[in-house]
Nanobody, 126 residues
Framework: QVQLVESGGGLVQAGGSLRLSCAYS????????MGWFRQAPGKEREFVAA????????HYTDSVKGRFTISRDGAKKTVHLQMNSLKPEDSAGYYC???????????????????WGQGTQVTVSS
């Protein structure tokens, strides 16, 4: 059974940092990709970042480039999202996702991912 469990959310002041973690049970093989999405109240779930097991390439939405970093720890079966210089507009529920066989052009689409965690809330105060 595939499980994704997020942790690390919380309340932080603007300019601060948080590190989200996603503990996964999904079998890792070359075609796997894992991503982070976020959803604010009344808005669509949007792509934040992703990492591909084949080659380890990382991908980010423009609004977080230079501030967020996605990484993986194979030994601990965890994917992290380090978030620095947080802004109030980063406030949202953050969701970990996993998918297989995702082509590069579709890595930012939530429809490409088969498995989802329950989410962790991030709130950035101004």
């Amino acid at each position: 059974q595939v499980q994704l469990v997020e942790s690390g959310g919380g309340l932080v002041q603007a300019g601060g940092s948080l590190r989200l973690s996603c503990a996964y049970s999904v079998h890792t093989f070359n075609s796997l990709a894992m991503g982070w999405f976020r959803q604010a109240p009344g808005k669509e779930r949007e792509f934040v970042a992703a990492i591909r097991w084949n080659g380890g390439s990382t991908h980010y939405t423009d609004s977080v480039k230079g501030r967020f970093t996605i990484s993986r720890d194979g030994a601990k079966k965890t994917v992290h999202l380090q978030m620095n210089s947080l802004k109030p507009e980063d406030s949202a529920g953050y969701y970990c996702a996993a998918g297989t066989g995702i082509i590069l052009s579709e890595i930012r689409s939530k429809l490409s991912y088969n498995y989802w965690g329950q989410g962790t809330q991030v709130t950035v105060s101004s």
